[in-house]
């Protein structure tokens, strides 16, 4: 049993994580500056990520520190503020688990460093499937926040302070969101934009889990994605309507997605389980 914290604990990637860690048989002490939900399996502390002194007191004896908690898109908040409480949340875990010695680190990353989906200049896919080789592309300030902290990571990792892991992640779903949240999307083309990705709560979680525990070195920087695209048509021909002279490094068959997770196969084990396609709401 190790004892991790999770900063975001309450949000909805975060409660997945949670749970997830403690049904592995961890101990498990969340940050939010919300309640957890009811029944929750978990200890918590409501409190600012952002805080160091907060931060730094809850990591103490902390085996792994998993970093969720951010302003998660750079709509509906001004920029001046998504900047300033994603970056103070960023360096006040990294610093604490400096401090105190935490010799994992798991950070909530996003695929949105590639500049997907909230570009203002227009952009396309320099190849396809997209991997950790991709040139990174943010323009938007969450997504640069997402980029700044993923370098914050490897400054420590080269200090020799912690071995980390951060999971790029698209639009994250559950059974009970996808419709709503997704459903309308589809019939428009800025559906292009999140190249049509999407991940089940469930497997990120698992993702974290493996993140927690896999005798990893370094900063690994992985994709995680569903195997599958949100869409109900072909890929190819997706592909050929949004992004026709992307080439294309490998096939994507049927409804894959373009996103390959092949890097986190080898070093976590992940392999997506949930599609969209088998949730009950699922109408033909």
């Known amino acids: 049993m190790s004892r991790i914290l999770v900063t975001g604990s309450s949000g909805l990637?975060?409660?997945?994580?949670?749970?997830?860690?403690v049904d592995a048989g961890h101990?498990?002490?969340?940050?939010?500056?919300?309640?957890p939900p009811e029944g929750a399996s978990w200890s918590h502390v409501t409190g600012e990520a952002g805080d160091l002194a907060v931060m730094a007191e809850l990591a103490k004896d902390m085996d792994a520190l998993v970093h969720i908690a951010a302003i998660p898109r750079p709509t509906g908040r001004a920029a001046v503020d998504v900047f300033r409480i994603n970056m103070a949340a960023m360096y006040a875990a990294v610093e604490a688990a400096r401090l105190c010695g935490v010799r994992r680190f798991v950070y909530a990353s996003s695929f949105s460093v590639l500049g997907f989906p909230f570009f203002e200049t227009p952009i396309t896919p320099a190849y396809l499937p997209i991997d950790e080789a991709h040139p990174i592309g943010a323009q938007d300030v969450y997504a640069t926040t997402k980029w700044l902290g993923e370098e914050l990571i490897e400054t420590m990792v080269r200090?020799?302070?912690?071995?980390a892991v951060s999971l790029r992640m698209p639009w994250i779903q559950t059974p009970q969101t996808f419709h709503t949240t997704i459903g309308q999307r589809r019939l428009h083309a800025d559906a292009?934009?999140?190249l049509w990705?999407?991940?089940?709560?469930?497997?990120?979680?698992?993702?974290?889990?493996?993140?927690?525990?896999?005798?990893?070195?370094?900063h690994a920087r992985l994709f995680i994605s569903a195997a599958d695209?949100?869409?109900?048509?072909?890929s190819a021909d997706l592909i050929r309507a949004a992004y026709p002279d992307t080439p294309i490094r490998k096939p994507i068959d049927s409804y894959a997605a373009l996103i390959d997770t092949s890097a986190a196969e080898r070093q976590l084990g992940f392999v997506p389980r949930y599609s969209w396609r088998d949730y009950?709401?699922?109408e033909t």
């Open 13 to 21: 990637l975060g409660r997945h994580v949670a749970s997830s860690l």
């Open 27 to 35: 101990a498990v002490l969340g940050l939010d500056v919300v309640a």
């Open 159 to 163: 200090r020799g302070t912690f071995a």
């Open 192 to 194: 292009a934009r999140d």
């Open 197 to 218: 990705a999407y991940l089940d709560a469930r497997d990120a979680a698992a993702a974290f889990v493996a993140a927690v525990e896999r005798p990893l070195a370094g």
């Open 229 to 234: 695209s949100y869409m109900d048509c072909a």
């Open 280 to 282: 009950p709401e699922y």
